[in-house]
């Protein structure tokens, strides 16, 4: 009988429709509330953007774009009323009550953790009963899946799991290197709260490696004059969506994601994609194995408009021997004008960097 554990307490979905919430955490009554409402059939629901470029807003979907998107995630992934479903996102956002939907969609039991760095790090202190099954499916921002492939226990439970999603941002090449030694089908998705949690996935492990995402079932795509996606399908209520997301287009259903319009430095006339740069960078790091986070944006300046500049954690960094070394190693026009080292970066509550609190704070370092 399918159910959902939350607070070390399991709810049998038949129960909730009539369960009181009043004696339990403020977690467990906004999720279990959410499960309530959709068991009950509600219509209509408010959910919120995970704040990755700004504050998180509410946004208004309609039940058939959320069963839409969780009826293309099960038929994909094969996910049933068989599977154990994770869920170690905040259920506030988007990301986490999409996992709830799909696990009731599916009538597989779930189990809720808080959103920490590591959700499963309950998985290292704990023996599970024989007649307790481990979960089979998960999703995970790239923070997360970090931690987990650093955890003994937690990267065991993980490597019998039935498929893995990780999203919410770029995924750097160190880690997706790191992620080769899964055996689970691993996918990074791509998607946002207006499309309902993802439309595409790629793997990024195993046989079926690619650096291209592949469309659900039921998704069109075309590009706009700037080369940004624009996607129409049930859950856009068959409305063409404009993105901000540059691609390329390989076929009618496959595209390689280059990286925001809105985060293209026009430096000097060039145009830099600088989520391409963070790639080409990340490379160099992993060549002189340093693990270092960072990101690049661009600042105003006076004579090129707009300078390239390199964001990265650490302490006693040189910075001028970097800056050197970078010059070399990038082409002239990519090479970051200034460095900026920050100890530790704050993050967003759905695990991202905060990069406009970074941006703020030490720009003028």
Same mark, same amino acid.
């Given at each position: 009988?399918?159910?959902?554990?939350?607070?070390?307490?399991?709810?049998?979905?038949?129960?909730?429709?009539?369960?009181?919430?009043?004696?339990?955490?403020?977690?467990?009554?906004?999720?279990?509330?959410?499960?309530?409402?959709?068991?009950?059939? /509600?219509?209509?629901?408010?959910?919120?953007?995970? *704040?990755?470029?700004?504050?998180?807003?509410? @946004?208004?979907?309609?039940?058939?774009?959320?069963?839409?998107?969780?009826?293309?995630?099960?038929?994909?992934?094969?996910?049933?009323?068989?599977?154990? =479903?994770?869920?170690?996102?905040?259920?506030?956002?988007?990301?986490?009550? %999409?996992?709830?939907?799909?696990?009731?969609?599916? &009538?597989?039991?779930?189990?809720?953790?808080?959103?920490?760095?590591?959700?499963?790090?309950?998985?290292? &202190?704990? !023996?599970?009963?024989?007649? $307790?099954?481990?979960?089979?499916?998960?999703? %995970?921002?790239?923070?997360?899946?970090?931690?987990?492939? !650093?955890?003994?226990?937690?990267?065991?439970?993980?490597?019998?799991?039935?498929?893995?999603?990780?999203?919410?941002?770029?995924?750097?090449?160190?880690?997706? $290197?790191?992620?080769?030694?899964?055996?689970?089908?691993?996918?990074?998705?791509?998607?946002?709260?207006?499309?309902?949690?993802?439309?595409?996935?790629?793997?990024?492990?195993?046989? *079926?490696?690619?650096?291209?995402?592949?469309?659900?079932? *039921?998704? !069109?795509?075309?590009?706009?004059?700037?080369?940004?996606?624009?996607?129409?399908?049930?859950?856009? &209520?068959?409305?063409?969506?404009?993105? &901000?997301?540059?691609?390329?287009?390989?076929?009618?259903?496959? =595209?390689?994601?280059?990286?925001?319009?809105?985060?293209?430095?026009?430096?000097? *006339?060039?145009?830099?994609?600088?989520?391409?740069?963070?790639?080409?960078?990340?490379?160099? =790091?992993?060549?002189?194995? !340093?693990?270092?986070?960072?990101?690049?944006?661009?600042?105003?300046?006076?004579?090129?408009?707009?300078?390239?500049?390199?964001?990265?954690?650490? /302490?006693?960094?040189?910075?001028?021997?970097?800056?050197?070394?970078?010059?070399?190693?990038?082409?002239?026009?990519?090479?970051?004008?200034?460095?900026?080292?920050? $100890?530790? =970066?704050?993050?967003?509550?759905?695990?991202?960097?905060?990069?406009?609190?970074? @941006?703020?704070?030490?720009?003028?370092?």
């Amino acid at each position: 009988m399918a159910f959902i554990s939350i607070d070390n307490q399991k709810f049998v979905y038949s129960q909730l429709p009539k369960l009181s919430l009043g004696n339990l955490s403020s977690y467990a009554q906004q999720t279990l509330g959410f499960c309530k409402d959709w068991l009950l059939g /509600k219509q209509a629901f408010v959910l919120h953007t995970s *704040g990755s470029t700004g504050e998180p807003k509410p @946004i208004h979907l309609k039940r058939a774009q959320l069963l839409a998107s969780a009826q293309m995630t099960n038929q994909f992934l094969n996910l049933n009323g068989k599977d154990h =479903f994770l869920v170690g996102m905040d259920t506030q956002m988007v990301a986490g009550t %999409m996992m709830l939907v799909r696990a009731m969609e599916a &009538n597989a039991a779930v189990t809720v953790v808080q959103a920490t760095g590591n959700p499963l790090e309950a998985y290292d &202190n704990i !023996e599970v009963p024989a007649s $307790e099954a481990l979960p089979t499916f998960t999703a %995970m921002v790239p923070l997360q899946i970090q931690n987990v492939l !650093e955890s003994k226990f937690g990267l065991k439970t993980l490597q019998q799991m039935k498929a893995v999603l990780v999203g919410g941002g770029p995924i750097h090449i160190s880690l997706e $290197e790191k992620i080769q030694k899964l055996d689970c089908p691993t996918y990074h998705t791509y998607g946002m709260t207006e499309t309902v949690s993802h439309i595409a996935l790629r793997r990024i492990n195993g046989k *079926g490696r690619s650096e291209n995402f592949t469309v659900l079932q *039921g998704i !069109e795509i075309k590009l706009d004059k700037n080369d940004c996606l624009k996607i129409k399908a049930p859950i856009t &209520n068959d409305a063409w969506l404009a993105t &901000n997301d540059r691609v390329a287009l390989k076929e009618p259903n496959t =595209f390689k994601w280059l990286g925001r319009i809105d985060n293209v430095i026009n430096s000097g *006339g060039i145009k830099i994609q600088a989520e391409q740069l963070e790639r080409k960078i990340a490379t160099y =790091f992993d060549a002189k194995g !340093e693990g270092n986070q960072f990101f690049v944006t661009g600042l105003p300046d006076k004579k090129l408009g707009e300078k390239v500049c390199l964001f990265m954690e650490g /302490k006693a960094i040189n910075k001028k021997a970097l800056k050197e070394n970078l010059k070399a190693f990038l082409d002239k026009y990519e090479a970051p004008k200034s460095i900026f080292v920050v $100890e530790r =970066f704050p993050f967003t509550a759905s695990g991202k960097i905060d990069k406009q609190r970074v @941006i703020h704070h030490h720009s003028s370092d």
